[in-house]
């Protein structure tokens, strides 16, 4: 893997079509992050742009638009802690980039100084495929404990509930049925127990709830309209 130096070397080029697309915001958050003197969020950030590099979301944006989304919502909302937002900006990296980083992540801490706690709650953030509802719960309960994970995975789940138009009909409707299940009470539990974070809280589960209810009627009319699909 790269050193810290080349890591960081990168940060202020923008030359591509690509890396056009994400310059505000992750400009926005390297600003923020020196200005409050939060160096993890400073780490992560340069990390996440190699880590995702060359990767694209379902609608064809650079992935790395999606963790400086989640993170900048985090920071509209008031957050500014360095663990919080530093996990937010590397959350789908165990996930998605297991090939840059064969220790299983590891490395971001030996190698290049990321505070162990960063670590552990990616980890606590990261989902293996085709759990089943026990298995959900589980998941979603271990996050539930820890209010910046929890953080994390709400704003999350805002960010790719406003790009669901790209999920297949199936998809779709199994994210819809989660969200009301696991995301939209963890809401209200973290609001409740959280008072620190309960106007983020707040707004993220107000902000989830509404798209939920916006998708699953526009679902309904669907299938009502005999226009049901298996795609």
């Known amino acids: 893997m790269e050193s810290v130096k080349e890591i960081y070397r990168l940060d202020d080029e923008f030359e591509s079509e690509e890396t056009a697309r994400y310059v505000k915001p992750f400009m926005f958050i390297k600003g ?11 780490l992560a950030l340069s990390l996440a742009r190699r880590l995702h590099e060359g990767q694209r ?11 400086l989304t989640v993170c900048s ?8 802690d360095d663990v ?5 900006l590397l959350h789908d990296t165990l ?10 992540g590891r490395e971001l801490v030996v190698e290049y100084g990321l505070d162990p706690e960063v670590l552990e709650l990616v980890r606590m953030l990261t989902k293996q495929s085709g759990l089943d509802d026990q ?6 309960k271990r996050i539930e404990s820890d209010p910046r994970a929890a953080l994390v995975k709400l704003s999350d789940r805002l960010h790719n509930s ?8 199936p998809k779709m409707r199994k994210y819809l049925r989660e969200t009301d299940k696991f995301l939209i009470p963890m809401g209200s539990y973290c609001k409740k127990y959280y008072p620190t974070y309960a106007n983020a809280f ?15 009627a526009m679902l309904e009319k669907l299938d009502g309209g005999g226009e049901k699909r298996a795609l």
Do not use: V, W
């Open 32 to 42: 923020f992050a020196a200005g409050r003197r939060l160096p993890q969020t400073q």
């Open 57 to 67: 979301r379902l609608d064809g944006q650079p992935y790395l638009t999606h963790p």
């Open 84 to 88: 919080t937002l530093a996990a937010a």
């Open 162 to 169: 406003s790009t669901l138009y790209t999920f297949t009909y």
């Open 135 to 140: 298995q959900l719960s589980a998941y979603f």
């Open 202 to 216: 707040s707004i993220l589960k107000r902000e989830i709830e509404s798209l939920n209810q916006s998708m699953g």
């Open 95 to 104: 996930e998605d980039c297991a090939d840059k980083l064969p220790l299983g």
């Open 73 to 80: 919502a985090l920071i509209s909302y008031g957050i500014d």
